[in-house]
């Protein structure tokens, strides 16, 4: 069974685009979201393996409710990123694509 995490304390700082190669030898490209936690001023690396770069759309120092799994491989935990929106100062959610109520659905296929 999945662990799912969930966050409304996620400020957008920045990304690193990625790559890594597979065993068949094709190479997958994948964003690492890099947010800071409200309260704790911690970093949290999250994961966009959607091939679709989330980055463009979210805006510096903004909010953002964040949803994911947390994955377990080799011994290494990552999140891996599900929904995101923008809160608003309204306390509203955001789909960051649409600019409409809710979340966006990010479909992700690990590399």
Known sequence: MPIRFSSDDLIYID?????????????????VLLFQDYR???????????????????????????EGLVNIDKGNTYLVLNRIGEIRENGKIYNPYTQKEGTAEIETSPP
């Open 40 to 66: 704790t001023k911690r970093q949290a690396r999250v994961y966009d393996f959607s091939g679709v770069n989330t980055a463009d759309e979210l805006q510096n120092e903004n909010r953002y409710h964040v």
């Open 15 to 31: 990304h690193e685009q990625k790559s890594s190669k597979k065993r068949d030898g094709t190479v997958k490209s994948f964003t």
